[in-house]
């Protein structure tokens, strides 16, 4: 019998018991786990103990709800495979707010199955796609009572919430954690229509910046033309901070960027990617930003600085004629290798303050531990293997793609257990995870199954040492 | 008995008659008649009402509520005095949003006494002031059975969103208006501490600037750097509307503005003026604005563009890493004889219409019907009556002062009734009157009773026809 994979009766058994996972998936997405909302609370405790269960059943071992300073992580682990490799499984069981509700066609919390697709709160971010390592581990368990590799599983509860303590908890179980790399069930696939795996995501860092002028809001006609206007001041501060080419204007803020790649340029320039419909997507007229670069370059490999948010004066209907005390941005920047988070929020927060405008005082609230870009090797032999599993369940070549936004596993996971990670998630950008009417294609559900089965089989093959050995 | 002013028994029956008159102010002030905001609907017509019920209380005839295209006008006349001048008394009982709520030390609405102030949003603008008038006939009825003078009452309810729809009523109402001067209960004293009258006010036109981007929020990672960012957009496009040393950079702006009288010049110098404590006092580090004008030329001579409010984007606790579809700001310019308010709009709008960065769409909703700048002949003989009773009153002769502020009926009432219009109010700068904490001064409250019964004393002395000849 030719099994390619090492996995043909594990994908049958999968396969054979969908309506069960589905089941289980329905009960899971029916628990509110919304963390950024203390009135979720009991949610949040109940997906945990929900996934601890899970774990459980499956038959791993060492199952523990652990505390942190926020929600609980859930871990458990498998090691009986002494010479072969260790993964790190990584997903979330939290979820976004539902709001707004109104919007949704079926309740948030209530699973319902329309044309192939199941819809609810975090169905596809994270919930269906993390299930999936957990039913192959148990498929394996109960097929042949062992797996065939070494797994540790790490659930967290707060990656909506930028996973604020993720990392102390990483580096207090550091030795339990231990693995050859990390296999992320989070990061969605870039789109429905190209299979693709994610190498690299920007970092991210912000701060507030507030302009105050005089002690109190004014009689715009009373003092107009006596003191500076704080709206007026913030304005020309912040249009300081980019060149009229859309790049940033703050110095220093592109030194010591890593050289890109001329191959990498030239793979992206490759990729298949329809610009008037992504425009079209996004409701925008025209692509913006720094000149010289393409759209997906910009968004890819060059660092940005946003305005997430302004605020100053009256907002309200109407209008008055008020000189406001004070008026404040925040702003964020994406990042790119070769920046450090907190270097360009010191450098920003000096420029800003340095160029305070005539009868101004300007202040900074800088956030700290922001999130350094990161991206795997090229050629880690657990990317070149979630590439070859791809192709054989989706019948082409996945492209790597990039990714703007950050996710934070990628730098913590190398920084303090020192090992790479691999994005390795069935959800699809286009399944509305953060918007109402999310959903998950129970296609997708079932080809991750035989994915995860496959690239566990593949992976028990060789050992650790030889796994990393004899890859490119 | 010597009554130079032809006053003293209605001076002392409206003083002993102050717990009374102050009781009246709380009930007003404590209907929150904002006109900006249509959430404050009842409000509005609550204090129409209010003030009908006074000028009825206080013997006056044809007291009406009169619709108009916005708000009502609360009117009443006493015409029964054949020879004797006819006086327009003009106040309006409509006043500013309370917003900031949460910094006010008692509630906007409900009254409170403070070492002689009496605390409440619109309580100096204008509620306090346009109750003298009112007191004073009533006061003349009660006493003498017959006003000094012929009166109309004008009292508005849309002085907050520039008197849109005045000088339609005014041009309706021309006959039963009619009147040889208008003596206004609004535009308040420049400082506590120098007794002044006002003879100039600057004009006022407003718009509000609004910058699309995509069509909905979108992830300020997953986007970032693919397509415009509105608040980026709108911050560029605002900093081009001034010039680094603070003059307006909008071409055509400062064109055929009237030249400015040396002698006004001087006379502005010769103002005692303690700059630094007006910046003390308003929290202000230092004077910015114009460069090459003093603070006082700045604020009475020269033209602003002022931004009144800004907003775009996440403005909540925290961050949300959004790139908003939209960003807009609220901007209001102060004219200058000779500037044309919608001319200003209308130049504007172009200028930030053209100036679209790139991917956004700009539009500007433009506000017509703004007031020009307004003057009153510096010898009519009813403003240096206004000044014989403030001497008389405040025991020093008043200065002449300009207004940096805007008060509509000045241009109304000369272009509409050919009738000039004298500022004879009792509220003062420093009352906070567009900001958290407003209050009145019951001492402004009792000497501004004391010298509009002098006023209209003295001015019924003589014939309309006397009067306006035997001045100088």
């Not at 709800?65 to 990584?90: D, E, F, K, M, Q």
């Not at 003191?227 to 110095?251: E, F, R």
């Not at 305070?356 to 300007?362: D, F, L, W």
């Amino acid at each position: 019998m030719s099994d390619p994979w090492h996995s043909a009766p594990i994908e049958k058994r999968l396969l054979s018991d969908m309506p069960k996972h589905i089941e289980t998936l329905k009960s899971f997405v029916s628990i509110p786990s919304v963390s950024t909302d203390p009135a979720y609370k009991e949610g949040i405790l109940k997906a945990s103990e929900f996934v601890a269960a899970e774990l459980q059943a499956a038959g791993l071992t060492e199952v523990a709800i652990l505390p942190t300073s926020g929600h609980p992580v859930v871990t458990a682990a498998w090691r009986h495979a002494p010479n072969a490799p260790t993964v790190l499984v990584y997903g979330h069981y939290d979820v976004q707010p539902p709001d707004p509700i109104s919007a949704w066609k079926s309740s948030p919390f209530v699973p319902d199955i329309r044309d192939g697709r199941l819809y609810a709160r975090g169905v596809s971010d994270d919930k269906g796609p993390m299930l999936i390592p957990i039913a192959v581990a148990a498929a394996y368990l109960a097929e042949q009572c062992a797996l065939p590799v070494n797994m540790v599983f790490l659930f967290e509860g707060e990656e909506e919430v930028s996973s604020a303590h993720l990392e102390d908890f990483v580096r207090e179980h550091k030795e339990t954690l231990k693995a050859d790399f990390a296999l992320s069930a989070d990061g969605a696939q870039w789109r429905a229509d190209l299979p693709s795996v994610t190498v690299a995501s920007r970092g991210i860092c912000a701060l507030e910046v507030t302009v105050k002028g005089p002690g109190k809001d004014l009689h715009s006609g009373r003092h107009g033309g006596s003191v500076a206007n704080p709206i007026q001041a913030l304005v020309a501060l912040l249009a300081k901070l980019h060149t009229p080419d859309g790049a940033i204007a703050v110095p220093g803020f592109y030194d010591g960027l890593d050289p890109v790649n001329p191959n990498e340029v030239k793979a992206i320039a490759a990729i298949p990617f329809d610009e008037a419909a992504y425009l079209a997507e996004v409701g925008a007229s025209e692509g913006a930003g720094e000149a010289g670069y393409t759209l997906l370059q910009r968004n890819w490999i060059r660092p940005t600085l946003e305005y997430n948010g302004i605020v100053g004066g009256y907002t309200g209907p109407g209008k008055k004629t008020v000189i406001p005390s004070e008026a404040s941005a925040k702003i964020s920047c994406r990042l790119v290798p070769g920046q450090d988070p907190d270097r360009i929020v010191a450098l920003l927060a000096t420029f800003l303050e340095a160029n305070a405008p005539q009868g101004t005082r300007v202040s900074v609230k800088r956030e700290t531990g922001g999130t350094p870009a990161y991206a795997v090797s090229h050629n880690h032999p657990a990317l070149v293997l979630s590439e070859d599993v791809l192709e054989s369940v989706l019948d082409r070549r996945p492209v790597r793609v990039r990714m703007g936004a950050t996710i934070p596993i990628g730098d913590i996971f190398k920084r303090v257990l020192g090992i790479d990670t691999v994005f390795f998630s069935f959800s699809t950008v286009d399944e509305d995870y953060h918007a109402p009417n999310e959903f998950f294609r129970l296609s997708s559900y079932e080809r991750g199954m035989v994915a995860w089965a496959r690239y566990l089989g593949k992976l028990g093959e060789t050992s650790a040492t030889d796994f990393f050995k004899i890859k490119p």
